[in-house]
């Protein structure tokens, strides 16, 4: 028999109260997987004690745990942590955009508009659910994928359309997204195989 549980620190205690060492004991992959996508974002914490540095990060069995570090790998981290920085600004960005049109129907008919006047099949922005899995990425496609009625939108003049100017992407923004949903497309699609409901999914982690 075996158990298959996310990662949370409940689920892993009540897991842990089964002894029977022929239990199998299994992480849930796609929770998993989940969560490395959630961490290519967050930018990393280095803490000082006692003349040494440590960043925590968790290992195989998705326990926490301190690693020393050096002064390269404290600039490395220092770098990518900048990386991620801008990354975060430009998610921020579309998150205010899709919240603004959530929140306003003259702006999703002006979407609508300009959606049929390009000749695209009319779309509602995707809002992020940060407790559904690819919702980041889902977000971050839709308003991508309408960029062009986007920004035509938001030439319009009336107060709606106003307001959504400061969080258009610029087309280093929109570089930058086009370049993410690139790295999270595969992530996205091995989620959805491991998330179904009509096949063993475990087969596709381990071969019969």
């Known amino acids: 028999?075996?158990?298959v549980s996310d990662s949370a620190p409940n689920m892993k205690r009540a897991v842990?109260?089964?002894?029977?060492?022929?239990?199998?004991?299994?992480?849930c992959a796609a929770h998993t997987l989940n969560?490395?996508?959630?961490?290519?974002?967050?930018?990393?914490?280095i803490t000082y004690s006692k003349g040494k540095h440590y960043i925590f990060d968790f290992n195989q069995d998705g326990n926490r745990r301190k690693i020393e570090v050096n002064d390269q790998d404290i600039s490395d981290i220092e770098a990518m942590?900048?990386?991620?920085?801008?990354?975060?600004?430009?998610?921020?960005?579309?998150?205010?955009?899709?919240?603004?049109?959530?929140?306003?129907?003259?702006?999703?008919?002006?979407?609508?508009?300009?959606q049929v006047e390009?000749?695209?099949?009319?779309?509602?922005?995707?809002?992020?659910?940060?407790t559904r899995w690819n919702s980041t990425y889902d977000m971050i496609f839709s308003v991508v994928?309408?960029?062009?009625?986007?920004?035509?939108?938001?030439?319009?003049?009336d107060d709606s359309t106003r307001a959504i100017r400061p969080f258009i992407l610029k087309p280093d923004d929109?570089?930058?997204?086009?370049?993410?949903?690139?790295?999270?497309?595969?992530?996205?699609?091995?989620?959805?195989l491991l998330s179904g409901s009509n096949y063993v999914t475990i087969t596709?982690?381990?071969p019969a």
């Open 1 to 3: 028999m075996g158990i």
């Open 35 to 45: 969560s490395c996508v959630k961490d290519l974002v967050k930018e990393v914490t």
């Open 81 to 114: 942590n900048e990386i991620k920085s801008v990354i975060n600004s430009v998610i921020k960005k579309c998150r205010c955009l899709v919240s603004k049109f959530h929140m306003s129907e003259p702006l999703n008919r002006h979407l609508k508009e300009e």
């Open 145 to 157: 994928e309408n960029h062009a009625p986007l920004s035509a939108v938001s030439l319009l003049n």
């Open 204 to 206: 596709h982690l381990f």
């Open 174 to 192: 929109l570089k930058l997204m086009q370049e993410f949903c690139v790295l999270l497309e595969p992530l996205k699609a091995i989620t959805v």
């Open 16 to 27: 842990k109260l089964f002894d029977d060492d022929e239990i199998i004991k299994l992480p």
């Open 118 to 130: 390009l000749g695209l099949s009319p779309k509602k922005l995707v809002q992020e659910v940060i």
